[in-house]
Nanobody
């Protein structure tokens, strides 16, 4: 199983970025997917998650600014990040698990992608 993430970078506050996570080696449509992030000196936190059926979950800190989506035909997960703030600066990871509840409970996931760094300048 491989989860390959793209889309990190440097952006000014108020700007936008889109992350992509391409999955291979698993039946993508059967998996719940999530985006996590870890800021320097902080614990990893769940940002957003989407079930195999398309139900979504967002952390309060990103509601109304971030949108998670998936394209099962392309085996790809997306995270559209708008109105970025300096506190969104972190390494972002995509993750996959058969259990949506496991992802949104913060218990982790079966598979993880490599992290991509997002830096938001003020």
């Amino acid at each position: 199983v491989q989860l390959q993430a793209f889309g990190g970078g440097l952006v000014q506050a108020g700007g936008s970025l889109r992350h992509s996570c391409a999955a291979s080696g698993l039946t993508f449509g059967s998996y719940a997917m999530g985006w996590y992030r870890q800021a320097p000196g902080k614990e990893r936190e769940l940002v957003a998650a989407i079930s195999s059926g398309g139900s979504t979950y967002y952390a309060d800190s990103v509601k109304g600014r971030f949108t998670i989506s998936r394209d099962n035909a392309k085996n790809t997960l997306y995270l559209q990040m708008n109105s970025l703030k300096p506190e969104d600066t972190a390494v972002y990871y995509c993750a996959a698990d058969l259990a949506f509840g496991r992802i949104i409970s913060g218990q982790g996931a079966d598979y993880w992608g490599q992290g991509t760094l997002v830096t938001v300048s003020s």
